[in-house]
């Protein structure tokens, strides 16, 4: 079972950038797809970026396509979340997940079956 934490939230303001990072634990980090989800006060949480077990596959939900960028360091166990140009609508808790992988270079954002967790990081953005 693979234990998740998470780093690098803060407070920036509009147009900053921040790099969280998604250190892994306690199994094969190369055998799960990882995503990363945030969940603003009063809303869903929601899927922000997903990448495939071998780093060879991204997905992004439109909001944020061409500011944020999702990679893996398998060597490192560690997923990071590059977040460029950000709006005050960023704010949100920001976590990380993993599932097992289908080994597929969709499954890791169709399969959304994201069953290990972090405990979260806050960003905030300010205007």
């Known amino acids: 079972q693979v234990q998740l934490v998470e780093s690098g939230g803060g407070s920036v303001q509009a147009g900053g950038s921040l790099r969280l990072s998604c250190a892994a634990s306690?199994?094969?980090?190369?055998?799960?797809?990882m995503g990363w989800f945030r969940q603003a006060p009063g809303k869903e949480r929601e899927l922000v970026a997903t990448v495939s077990w071998s780093g060879s596959s991204t997905y992004y939900t439109d909001s944020v396509k061409g500011r944020f960028t999702i990679s893996r360091d398998n060597a490192k166990n560690t997923v990071y979340l590059q977040m460029n140009s950000l709006k005050p609508e960023d704010t949100a808790v920001y976590s990380c997940?993993?599932?097992?992988?289908?080994?597929?270079?969709?499954?890791?954002?169709?399969?959304?079956?994201?069953?290990?967790w972090g405990q979260g990081t806050q960003v905030t953005v300010s205007s």
């Open positions: 306690g199994g094969t980090f190369s055998n799960y797809d």
């Open positions: 997940a993993a599932q097992k992988s289908a080994y597929t270079n969709t499954y890791h954002y169709t399969g959304r079956n994201y069953a290990y």
